[in-house]
């Protein structure tokens, strides 16, 4: 048993990887669309590449989502208006006629004969008003519209103008009495009429709006079918038309019809095995390019961890809405691994997290292409991230990259413009302005996941910070080394393409250690004491090594980064202290030379490599008596080549043709530290 536990903590790095690698597939295939890939690839406007397709079984022709919408449109539009037709009112109305026509018309005005026929009149007048319904004037409807009028549950279907308005009344009771040969008495009737008449007619929108629903429920989203057998396209043949619909028709049925219990454990193992695949690849890459990323379980993690958000982003918004795929700002990923690792990484997880995609999001091909060639513009135009004005300069160059591929893509599809709208490219504008949240990313990135970009680099860069200004106040003479240091390995980073930046920052905190006694470095010494003298060359040896140590913990107690850190351990390698090592030997006394030898360990980058040759080199350069261009060339290349002797740059991913340049680099700079000049004949 204890054996089991011994090898599982020996290959607890191992075993979390497989964990984290299994947990990232299963969350991905959860993520991915319930439903088969399609086998066939087709674009619009394309010929279809294929045997010729013929129908493998019977299905229904879909509309595309604007006919849909066509259709609902016109139901909308030709829906007729719901009234309530009150006979209750029509009574009272009727009542009150009785009860006030002696009023208008008084009996002995008229023999009885006129006096029955006008009452005869009104009555006819009134039956012809509510024969269809009286209704209050109505401005937003016109006459021709198609009403529905519910009497006693019985509907009655009218066109809007047959209905009296209150605002008619006058007109329509003077047409009447004309007919009958009395408009002498039209204003009795009006002001008869204008007394009584009241609205019967009411619009009923809760009745309107639940028929409508009703009928827009059923609008169908198919038109015909497609018999089992039926030639669909023959090979050759351009994909447009009816063609197309009927290509897009099979590719949803098949999918719809694909995922079921029968299939759904085989298309979960595809998902699976292709997910693997592709994230093999990346732990592949990883491990045989980027062991140091590999070794890193909290790298690694970070890495999965932002493909899987947004593959969740992609699909959220697929399952929303489509139209809005673009909107997704995609480039975050490689700009964010090229933040705190290199541009071919970021490139590299981006181009696998654009082919997972490529199976949920539809016309995967152009998907894919605009995607890639987004990727390829964002690692080539971000460049120092911690100026913020590259950023929003990369942003624009991606998104108008996004919208001339994308242009593109439009014209060749359609053939013509007539489809394009102002949205079609702001969501390209959207994507952009959604890949500014970057930088915020980048600061809650680095507090997750205890990462250093060259966002914080730059802050770390500054000589007012609090650390550099007591190591100022503390040791000057070492905080103007440091200085210096800075310049020469940033220089020479910049030339072999190395993170300036980095070693920089870590150039002006290697020796931070040298705090605690700066006395007892020689760049501190103001007078001609030392107090070396006081110790024997194994004691000074160890007040020497410890700097390292002990500019270790200053390091980490001031919360620095892991990537400064390591400047701080690497920068004397196993070297020895050589100054008091020779006192020992000369002493020829018994003494163990690993008494003198620092800890290591040895650079294992470009960039620590380039800080130890810089700090050997102008730590050394204070001793030269009198400088000159042969004397500071031989000096540079005997300290290097005895650092290369040493095998202090085998783990440090630098090659012989790198470290000529350095050398080149220091004997420049080094010459004007010294202001060299040419000797001019008097």
């Given at each position: 048993?204890?054996?089991?536990?011994?090898?599982?903590?020996?290959?607890?790095?191992?075993?979390?990887?497989?964990?984290?690698?299994?947990?990232?597939?299963?969350?991905?295939?959860?993520?991915?669309?319930?439903?088969?890939?399609?086998?066939?690839?087709?674009?619009?406007?394309?010929?279809?590449?294929?045997?010729?397709?013929?129908?493998?079984?019977?299905?229904?022709?879909?509309?595309?989502?604007?006919?849909?919408?066509?259709?609902?449109?016109?139901?909308?539009?030709?829906?007729?208006?719901?009234?309530?037709?009150?006979?209750?009112?029509?009574?009272?109305?009727?009542?009150?006629?009785?009860?006030?026509?002696?009023?208008?018309?008084?009996?002995?005005?008229?023999?009885?004969?006129?006096?029955?026929?006008?009452?005869?009149?009104?009555?006819?007048?009134?039956?012809?008003?509510?024969?269809?319904?009286?209704?209050?004037?109505?401005?937003?409807?016109?006459?021709?519209?198609?009403?529905?009028?519910?009497?006693?549950?019985?509907?009655?279907?009218?066109?809007?103008?047959?209905?009296?308005?209150?605002?008619?009344?006058?007109?329509f009771i003077n047409t009447h009495l004309e007919e009958r040969k009395v408009e002498e008495l039209s204003p009795a009737f009006y002001g008869l009429f204008f007394d009584i008449i009241r609205p019967n007619v009411f619009f009923d929108e809760a009745l309107t709006n639940t028929t409508l629903q009703a009928k827009l429920s059923r609008v169908t989203r198919t038109r015909g079918n497609v018999d089992k057998g039926k030639r669909i396209i023959a090979k050759g043949e351009v994909v447009e038309g009816e063609k197309y619909n009927i290509l897009s028709s099979l590719r949803r049925e098949y999918q719809s019809q694909l995922w079921n219990e029968r299939?759904?454990?085989?298309?979960?193992?595809?998902?699976?095995?292709?997910?693997?695949?592709?994230?093999?690849?990346?732990?592949?890459?990883?491990?045989?390019?980027?062991?140091?990323?590999?070794?890193?379980?909290?790298?690694?993690?970070?890495?999965?961890?932002?493909?899987?958000?947004?593959?969740?982003?992609?699909?959220?918004?697929?399952?929303?809405?489509?139209?809005?795929?673009?909107?997704?700002?995609?480039?975050?990923?490689?700009?964010?691994?090229?933040?705190?690792?290199?541009?071919?990484?970021?490139?590299?997880?981006?181009?696998?997290?654009?082919?997972?995609?490529?199976?949920?999001?539809?016309?995967?091909?152009?998907?894919?292409?605009?995607?890639?060639?987004?990727?390829?513009?964002?690692?080539?135009?971000?460049?120092?991230?911690?100026?913020?004005?590259?950023?929003?300069?990369?942003?624009?160059?991606?998104?108008?990259?996004?919208?001339?591929?994308?242009?593109?893509?439009?014209?060749?599809?359609?053939?013509?413009?007539?489809?394009?709208?102002?949205?079609?490219?702001?969501?390209?504008?959207?994507?952009?302005?959604?890949?500014?949240?970057?930088?915020?990313?980048?600061?809650?990135?680095?507090?997750?996941?205890?990462?250093?970009?060259?966002?914080?680099?730059?802050?770390?860069?500054?000589?007012?910070?609090?650390?550099?200004?007591?190591?100022?106040?503390?040791?000057?003479?070492?905080?103007?080394?440091?200085?210096?240091?800075?310049?020469?390995?940033?220089?020479?980073?910049?030339?072999?393409?190395?993170?300036?930046?980095?070693?920089?920052?870590?150039?002006?905190?290697?020796?931070?250690?040298?705090?605690?006694?700066?006395?007892?470095?020689?760049?501190?010494?103001?007078?001609?004491?030392?107090?070396?003298?006081?110790?024997?060359?194994?004691?000074?040896?160890?007040v020497i090594i410890d700097h390292v140590l002990e500019g270790i913990e200053i390091a980490k107690k001031n919360k620095l980064p892991d990537r400064v850190i390591d400047f701080i351990r690497t920068h004397h390698g196993t070297t020895f202290v050589y100054y008091f090592y020779k006192q020992a030997k000369d002493a020829g006394s018994d003494f163990n030379p690993d008494d003198f030898r620092y800890p290591g360990p040895i650079p294992f980058s470009r960039e620590t490599a380039i800080l130890m040759m810089a700090d050997s080199v102008e730590a050394a350069s204070k001793s030269l008596k009198n400088p000159n261009f042969s004397v500071i060339e031989?000096?540079?290349?005997?300290?290097?080549?005895?650092?290369?002797?040493?095998?202090?740059?085998?783990?440090?991913?630098?090659?012989?043709?790198?470290?000529?340049?350095?050398?080149?680099?220091?004997?420049?700079?080094?010459?004007?530290?010294?202001?060299?000049?040419?000797?001019?004949?008097?």
């Amino acid at each position: 048993m204890k054996r089991l536990l011994d090898k599982l903590y020996s290959n607890q790095s191992l075993i979390y990887k497989i964990f984290l690698f299994i947990l990232t597939i299963v969350l991905i295939v959860y993520f991915f669309p319930k439903g088969g890939k399609f086998k066939y690839d087709f674009q619009k406007g394309k010929l279809w590449q294929e045997e010729t397709l013929y129908a493998p079984f019977d299905f229904p022709i879909y509309k595309t989502e604007e006919e849909v919408e066509q259709d609902r449109e016109n139901i909308t539009n030709n829906h007729p208006d719901y009234f309530q037709y009150d006979v209750e009112v029509r009574e009272t109305v009727e009542a009150d006629f009785e009860e006030r026509f002696p009023t208008f018309f008084p009996k002995d005005s008229f023999t009885t004969r006129q006096y029955d026929r006008l009452y005869e009149d009104g009555q006819e007048l009134l039956a012809d008003m509510y024969s269809l319904g009286v209704v209050r004037s109505e401005g937003d409807r016109s006459d021709d519209k198609v009403v529905n009028v519910v009497r006693q549950n019985e509907e009655n279907t009218v066109l809007f103008g047959q209905l009296l308005k209150i605002s008619e009344l006058e007109t329509f009771i003077n047409t009447h009495l004309e007919e009958r040969k009395v408009e002498e008495l039209s204003p009795a009737f009006y002001g008869l009429f204008f007394d009584i008449i009241r609205p019967n007619v009411f619009f009923d929108e809760a009745l309107t709006n639940t028929t409508l629903q009703a009928k827009l429920s059923r609008v169908t989203r198919t038109r015909g079918n497609v018999d089992k057998g039926k030639r669909i396209i023959a090979k050759g043949e351009v994909v447009e038309g009816e063609k197309y619909n009927i290509l897009s028709s099979l590719r949803r049925e098949y999918q719809s019809q694909l995922w079921n219990e029968r299939n759904y454990n085989w298309i979960v193992l595809g998902y699976v095995l292709i997910v693997a695949l592709t994230l093999f690849m990346l732990m592949l890459f990883l491990k045989k390019y980027r062991p140091e990323v590999y070794e890193n379980n909290n790298k690694v993690t970070f890495i999965f961890f932002n493909i899987l958000v947004l593959i969740f982003l992609t699909t959220a918004v697929v399952k929303f809405n489509v139209d809005y795929v673009y909107v997704v700002p995609l480039c975050i990923l490689p700009l964010i691994l090229k933040a705190f690792f290199d541009p071919r990484l970021g490139l590299f997880v981006h181009v696998l997290t654009v082919l997972l995609l490529g199976f949920i999001v539809p016309n995967s091909f152009e998907y894919v292409f605009l995607q890639i060639i987004a990727g390829i513009v964002t690692i080539q135009t971000i460049s120092e991230l911690h100026k913020r004005v590259n950023l929003f300069i990369s942003v624009a160059q991606i998104t108008l990259v996004y919208i001339l591929a994308y242009f593109a893509f439009l014209v060749i599809h359609e053939g013509n413009l007539d489809n394009a709208t102002l949205f079609t490219f702001a969501k390209f504008i959207l994507n952009g302005l959604a890949t500014l949240a970057a930088f915020p990313l980048i600061y809650i990135y680095e507090k997750v996941f205890s990462l250093v970009s060259d966002v914080s680099l730059l802050e770390l860069s500054d000589t007012n910070s609090k650390l550099l200004k007591e190591l100022s106040d503390k040791a000057p003479g070492t905080f103007h080394h440091s200085l210096q240091v800075a310049n020469l390995a940033e220089a020479a980073a910049n030339e072999i393409g190395a993170n300036s930046m980095l070693v920089r920052v870590g150039a002006l905190y290697h020796d931070i250690g040298k705090m605690n006694n700066p006395m007892y470095f020689t760049e501190n010494q103001r007078t001609s004491v030392n107090p070396h003298n006081e110790l024997l060359p194994k004691e000074s040896a160890r007040v020497i090594i410890d700097h390292v140590l002990e500019g270790i913990e200053i390091a980490k107690k001031n919360k620095l980064p892991d990537r400064v850190i390591d400047f701080i351990r690497t920068h004397h390698g196993t070297t020895f202290v050589y100054y008091f090592y020779k006192q020992a030997k000369d002493a020829g006394s018994d003494f163990n030379p690993d008494d003198f030898r620092y800890p290591g360990p040895i650079p294992f980058s470009r960039e620590t490599a380039i800080l130890m040759m810089a700090d050997s080199v102008e730590a050394a350069s204070k001793s030269l008596k009198n400088p000159n261009f042969s004397v500071i060339e031989e000096f540079v290349e005997r300290i290097v080549d005895k650092q290369v002797e040493e095998d202090q740059f085998i783990n440090a991913n630098v090659t012989f043709k790198e470290i000529r340049t350095i050398k080149k680099v220091l004997k420049h700079k080094l010459s004007n530290i010294y202001h060299l000049r040419v000797e001019y004949p008097e």
